[in-house]
């Protein structure tokens, strides 16, 4: 079993940067896919980005493109959210996941962290 673990999150303004990392450990070994998703306050989770950890492919939700981008460090099994140019409507908690496969279109992500809080004010 993969387990992942979110970090850094915060509170920041307007037109200010972030960037979240996921930790991921146990049977790191194959293919995996490491997504990000999130959940604003009465709204559904929903899909951010997602990263093939074998190859490097990418996927990213409309409303994050050309703001957000996902990278991973393989020697650190670690997969960042570099988060530009936020707005208030990206606060949510942002939860990322582990999913088997090379296929960053999967729907199969079943080890999921806590969540860490991203809030952005105007």
């Known amino acids: 079993q993969v387990q992942v673990a979110e970090s850094g999150g915060g509170a920041v303004q307007a037109g200010d940067s972030l960037r979240l990392s996921c930790a991921v450990s146990?049977?790191?070994?194959?293919?995996?896919?490491i997504g990000w998703f999130r959940q604003a306050p009465g709204k559904e989770r929903e899909f951010v980005s997602a990263i093939s950890l074998i190859g490097g492919s990418t996927r990213y939700a409309d409303s994050v493109k050309g703001r957000f981008t996902i990278s991973r460090d393989n020697s650190q099994i670690t997969v960042y959210l570099q988060m530009n140019s936020l707005k208030p409507e990206d606060t949510a908690v942002y939860y990322c996941?582990?999913?088997?496969?090379?296929?960053?279109?999967?729907?199969?992500?079943?080890?999921w962290g806590q969540g860490t809080q991203v809030t952005v004010s105007v």
């Open positions: 146990g049977r790191t070994f194959g293919t995996i896919v």
């Open positions: 996941a582990a999913a088997p496969g090379n296929y960053v279109y999967t729907d199969r992500y079943n080890s």
